[in-house]
């Protein structure tokens, strides 16, 4: 008999053994259980009894919770923290836009300036212009709530959102205003100098104008002005700091000479393309996520949002194919944004006719726009002046005339027209002043623009030490004394 077989029949006759003289109670057990039960199996009894009534007790405790407010609260609360992240990713699109409009000699420092922007917008914001635009002391500033200190983090705050949300839905904002200025004083500023400007923007001029029209106690808001989304809050704000930096930085070298204006082209129109594509995206989250609540109103402002978009791109396409001859890409481009802009203030407020409207009349106004600042000799390479500044200024008159309950061409008087024009005035004032002071301390401090050879060579060697495109051939053109 081999060893194996002779240790298999050990096996059985232990285990006939075993049954013969087991205790009656495990006789009985493994009656019930079967032959295969095992002691283990059977510790595992209470444990499934305690993870059926704590299951139970969850459940119940669950169907408690599920109330129609607490459904919505956590609804909106979802809605508004993903529009916050389609706002953020903007940033992506402002940086491929200004990039591919610029040179390539210039691509690191333009990217480094809108990647960073964010970062000191949301630091600059939560430190102290969260506080000024939000704390409610005054009619004019706030006074409080620095830091963040002062509001519980998981309970409603600000209707019915927590703080947390609503804080990174309105520094996602704050960045933007700031990011607006970075296109327009592209190719010549000094690096530090920007950042300097960014942070006071965002920590102080911004939330001031803003604290004037989003609070209950906002001085403009009391006289009825309205500005859903912030064609002037945020558009105009960047569009005139945007507009004195440019003025006193000055144009790029080569670009106006001898009562000429030399065109500078962009040295990457298909990441200009994407940007404006990822910026018309995010416009989902900016305009709609303005609605500060998951309800019915939001697919509506969606709606309005891209008709207004739709329709600048075409105007702005016809009429730059009308005056040149070619429809440019360029244009499209920023026909697309200017209808954004434009729809922005009244987007929950305007009929699908009217955004269409507005988006028309934006996407015209572009184009007009770029020829005069190059007219006056402001050098603005990638046109936010046009775009965020004049449409601004438009898309809030378009609420005085397009809103369907208090615009003019609805029956709704002039009234709301009225306190457009002094909202436009009065943020516009305040803006130019606050910018002009603090440019020309900067340029006063530390000239504000780099050197000639600087500018001439590029701002990724001279700024940042880096190529963007390391290896490929350099931009050599020289026209006009541009490099």
Known sequence: MSSLNFDRKVKRRKSSVWDTYAPPFDQMVKRFFGRNFSWAWLACIPLALVIVATW???????????????????????????????????????????????????????LSKNLIVFALATLAFWAIGFGLMFNEATPFIGLGNFFLSGYSTDGPEFGNLTMPVFFLFQAAFAGTAATIV???????????????????????????????????????????????????????VGGWAALCGAAILGPRIGKYQDGQINAIPGHNMSIATLGCLILWIGWFGFNPGSQLAADAAVPYIAVTTNLAAAAGGVSATLTAWIMSGKPDLSMIING??????????GCAGVGFLGAVIIGLVAGVLVVFAVGFFDSIKIDDPVGAISVHLVNGIWGTLAVGLFNTETGLFYGGGIGQLISQIIGIVAVGLFTVVFSAIVWTILKSASGLRVSAEEELKGLDIGEHGMEAYSGFLKDTSDMGGVA
């Open 56 to 110: 139970n007790t969850a459940a119940h405790a669950q169907d408690e919770a599920l109330t129609p407010e607490n459904v919505q609260f956590a609804l909106d609360n979802v809605w508004v923290l993903i529009a916050a992240i389609l706002v953020i990713f903007m940033n992506a699109g402002f940086g491929m836009l200004e990039t591919g409009f610029c040179r390539q000699k210039n691509a690191v420092n333009i």
């Open 182 to 236: 970075s296109g327009a004083v592209a190719e010549r500023i000094k690096f530090t100098d920007f950042i300097i400007f960014s942070i006071l923007l965002t920590a102080i001029a911004y939330p001031i104008t803003g604290h004037w029209v989003w609070t209950s106690v906002g001085w403009l808001g009391g006289l009825g002005f309205s500005d859903f989304a912030g064609s002037t809050v945020v558009h105009s």
């Open 336 to 345: 697309i944004l200017a209808g954004l802009v434009g729809v922005t203030a």
